[in-house]
């Protein structure tokens, strides 16, 4: 039961992780708890995370109370839009925040936590999968250097305190991982330009042009493998670049480049198993495949049958040949 527990370091090589200076920007009466929190919310879907703290038990308490507001703010949103794309995100990210386990445990007396409030005598063993320890107090080298060493690669330290000299481990700044955004954006782009797709012809005043992203989706779903791997990369470096400050115009791509991979995953019978692109931006952090549900989805109150002939007579007919699939699945 507990073989996914790391009780060592895997190997002599320490994972290339990165931290992040953080200042607790909650204002007024806003806490430290509410600002981790916060920025939990943002990286929920990478995996597991730690929170160092000289009173964990006092901080859980704090932050558990901080994360049920988030959870009753999406609520709040999500009873606000009637845009299906939304209240699908909105459901499954409510959910997921419900269902998290927060503990003061160490990891080996409570390894099915998600969250975990550990102080220095309590962190010797970290969970498997663990992408996001927060500092809020100073551990001494030997004890940093055996918590690194049991991190997966690419993991990030956010460090409210500010005394740690991450460098001397060799930790590189999170702008190295935002930078990785951008560069995988830019394989993103490179691919859409070879095949006459502009992305931002898909948004119009803020909403995704119907006719534009099908006649893109049904360029994409001919060379469904590549794409859905080109998207993968950027929406993982993505997630582990977290929290991310974009301009509004290029959330807005990032938004329909998802939705276009969404699409193309739902119309591409063995192309990944896996769940795809789960979170996107800061704002909308979910967007769950879901195969029970995703036909629904793509088309609304369009029948599958209407959809074929539409798409038929404007020319698509890799889309259309795909809604066909997915029709003969559904009377298996």
């Known amino acids: 039961m507990l073989s996914f527990l790391r009780l060592t370091p895997r190997d002599t090589t320490m994972a290339k992780c990165y931290f992040e200076l953080r200042k607790q920007s909650a204002k007024g009466t806003d806490s430290v708890a509410a600002d981790i929190m916060r920025h939990l919310h943002t990286r929920q879907h990478l995996g597991k995370a730690v929170v160092m703290s000289d009173q964990p038990v006092a901080l859980l308490a704090a932050s558990r109370k901080q994360w049920l507001k988030l959870a009753r703010s999406i609520q709040k949103q999500r009873a606000s839009t009637l845009n299906a794309d939304k209240i699908l995100k909105y459901t499954h990210t409510i959910t997921h925040m419900q269902h998290m386990r927060f503990s003061a445990k160490p990891v080996l007396k409570d390894p099915d936590a998600d969250v975990y409030f550990l102080d220095k005598d309590t962190c010797s063993s970290m969970p498997l999968h663990c992408f ?18 049991q991190l997966p690669s690419e993991a990030l330290m956010i460090d409210y305190h500010h005394k740690m000299e991450w460098a001397k481990f060799g930790l590189q700044s999170k702008v190295v991982l935002e930078q990785q955004v951008a560069s995988e954006w830019g394989q993103v782009q490179q691919l859409l330009s070879a095949h006459h797709i502009d992305i931002n012809k898909l948004i119009q005043d803020g909403f995704h042009d119907i006719e534009a992203m099908d006649d893109a989706l049904d360029t994409l779903l001919s060379m469904s493998h590549r794409f859905l791997r080109i998207a ?22 990032y938004d329909a480049l998802v939705l276009l991979a969404y699409r193309v995953q739902a119309l591409s019978p063995g192309a990944y198993t896996q769940h795809f692109l789960e979170s996107y931006n800061e704002d909308d952090t979910f967007f769950l495949y879901d195969s029970a549900r995703h036909r629904k989805h793509l088309f609304g ?19 259309a040949q795909a809604i066909m699939g997915a029709l003969s699945a559904a009377r298996v």
């Open 232 to 253: 993968n990369e950027f929406q993982r470096a993505l997630e582990l670049a977290r929290p991310l400050r974009i301009q509004r115009s290029l959330r807005q791509q």
């Open 301 to 319: 109150s369009e029948s599958l049958e209407r959809a074929v002939l539409r798409h038929r007579a404007a020319g698509r007919e890799r889309l």
């Open 132 to 149: 996001s320890i927060y500092f809020t107090t100073q551990l001494d080298a030997e004890t940093t250097h055996r918590m690194l060493g």
